[in-house]
């Protein structure tokens, strides 16, 4: 019977971290959001925030690839570029953290971090004026937190769907922006050295998972609508959140 795949023991933290990506695979498939959320902090508590960060930015290249096209055709360039560039610089102060810090303290961050971005997002919390500044401002929060725990979404979506007009043009903005917090990911990961053997192999193990899971939240949410299924979504991401940070402090306390 095999015990491992290429060096990634076959156990029930796999089993763990493969339910985690599903469960964020429909997600946003479903709804558009909230992978990150629910995959970093399962995946950091099974193997740590490196592997969960590094795991995390594979499985969501593919998606970017698909998804291009849209940004590039109907995205605002004068909205996307000054946050895209912003997001591009602070990156590699977030992944420089995440580098620098103990694993348990990112441990408890990250778990911080996602019942802030499930608040946001909670609130639809919008902007009506998305200034230069804001922008700037917008990219470089969405950088930081994408470095450290690799789920920047929340603060660049936000200013993103605050732009008024037509729907493919606020989806344009949501899909460009979230194009450069994944691009922001790869090269500071890559030059502080997390892309490890066993991160590498644990993404391309997952990346099926979240590609099926994803096809199959898309579908169900064209059957059925999503009236009732955003609350459900915020509810289990608060209630991960909120798990993974008391598991986290009894880690850090005990350590």
């Known amino acids: 019977m095999m015990q491992d795949i290429l060096g990634v023991p076959i156990d029930v933290r796999l089993l763990v971290a493969c339910a985690a990506v599903a469960v964020g695979g429909l997600m946003r498939g479903f709804v558009g959001f ?10 950091t508590l099974a193997y ?16 970017l690839i698909q998804l291009l096209p849209d940004a590039i055709r109907h995205s605002e360039r004068a909205i996307v570029a000054p946050m895209a560039l912003a997001i591009l610089l602070a990156a590699p102060f977030g992944t420089w953290m995440l580098v620098a810090a103990s694993p348990a303290l990112m441990k408890i961050v990250i778990a911080v971090l996602v019942l802030l971005m ?9 902007l009506e ?9 917008a990219g470089i929060a969405g950088g930081l937190v994408q470095g450290v725990s690799g789920m920047g979404g ?21 899909l460009a ?23 590498l192999v644990m993404g391309l193990v997952l990346l099926p998972v979240y590609i099926l899971s994803i096809r ?16 459900a979504a915020l509810l289990t991401l608060a209630v991960i959140g909120a798990t ?9 306390l005990s350590s």
């Not at 499930?118 to 919008?126: D, E, I, N, T």
């Not at 200034?131 to 401002?137: C, K, R």
């Not at 660049?156 to 493919?168: I, K, N, T, W, Y």
């Open 34 to 43: 909230g992978a990150a959320l629910v995959i970093v902090p399962v995946m």
């Open 48 to 63: 740590g925030p490196h592997i969960a960060v590094v795991a995390q930015t594979i499985i969501g290249v593919p998606a």
């Open 118 to 126: 499930v608040a946001m997002l909670g609130k639809g919390w919008r």
């Open 129 to 137: 004026h998305a200034s230069a500044p804001t922008l700037v401002l």
């Open 154 to 174: 929340p603060p660049v979506v936000a200013v993103a769907l605050s732009r008024p007009g037509p729907p493919e043009r606020q989806r344009g903005n949501v």
């Open 177 to 199: 922006a979230m194009t450069a917090i994944t691009i922001s990911s790869v090269l500071p990961l890559w030059q502080f050295g997390l892309f490890t053997r066993q991160a």
């Open 216 to 231: 199959v939240g898309g579908r169900y949410f064209a059957r059925s609508g999503g009236h009732n299924f955003r609350p």
């Open 244 to 252: 993974t940070l008391l598991a986290a402090l009894r880690d850090y």
